[in-house]
């Protein structure tokens, strides 16, 4: 049975790796993106979806949206200096939405038909467009706005994050390469802050893992 073709949004993160190595199973991953919209981390988050795209051996292209950080209020991308630890600080209204909207039409063009997207039942619970209802209504969308009624699938919708580190260990991926930090590494050696959000579910979760020891080669 001939997969279908997909393309993956590869943050760099842990989740959207173990959501490629979930998918790569059942899609033929053909190609990789990641978005440069100003977050303060975009350099390093690049090197590590190039570096995974490399690990699988898929295309990697980078899109370039300069005009999210020109009117976003998020401390994310702007010159807002709260700190990067709560949800009201990092929000950047729409912008898994508009990823996919661009994701969908890249699909379409190439002939694709799956957008695998690394949301996740953890971070569901404080951002609404991770939730189930959001990829169940983007879908929905989807039959409207694409021909080929391209789809978006996410492998870890219903995995909390000491599932999605227990997979990423019991399948031997590699942890190494990700960042999942909101902070840049200016200044400092080290991959992950430990202070930000993300940060702090990914460190609770590693704790909480099969392999508490990762700890110390992530942090």
């Known amino acids: 049975m001939t997969k279908d073709k997909g393309i993956v949004l590869l943050s760099g993160g842990l989740d959207s790796l173990v959501s490629l190595d979930i998918a790569s199973k059942v899609i033929d991953v053909k190609l990789a993106i990641i978005f440069d919209y100003g977050q303060k981390p975009y350099r390093e988050e690049k090197e590590a979806s190039i570096k995974i795209a490399k690990y699988y051996g898929i295309q990697h292209k980078i899109i370039k949206l300069p005009y999210l950080k020109e009117f976003s209020n998020s401390a994310l991308v702007g010159n807002n200096k709260s700190k990067l630890d709560n949800l009201k600080s990092v929000w950047i209204p729409n912008r898994n939405g508009l ?28 951002f609404p467009d ?18 080929r009624n391209v789809k978006v699938v996410a492998p870890c919708l219903q995995f909390d994050k000491i599932q999605i580190i227990n997979y990423a260990i019991d399948s031997s991926l590699p942890i190494g390469l990700i960042k999942s930090c909101y902070n840049t590494k200016t200044n400092t050696k080290k991959r992950h802050c ?4 993300s940060c702090k579910f990914l460190y609770d979760a590693i704790l909480k893992s099969k392999k508490p020891e990762l700890v110390k080669e992530i942090f």
Request: charged share 20%.
């Open 99 to 126: 990823f996919l909207n661009i994701a969908a039409s890249i699909c379409e063009s190439l002939k694709y038909n799956t957008i695998i997207f690394g949301a996740n039942k953890q971070e569901a619970a404080d």
């Open 194 to 197: 430990g202070e930000c959000l």
């Open 130 to 147: 991770n939730t189930i209802e959001f990829v169940n209504l983007a879908n929905e969308f989807f039959k409207y706005s694409t021909i």
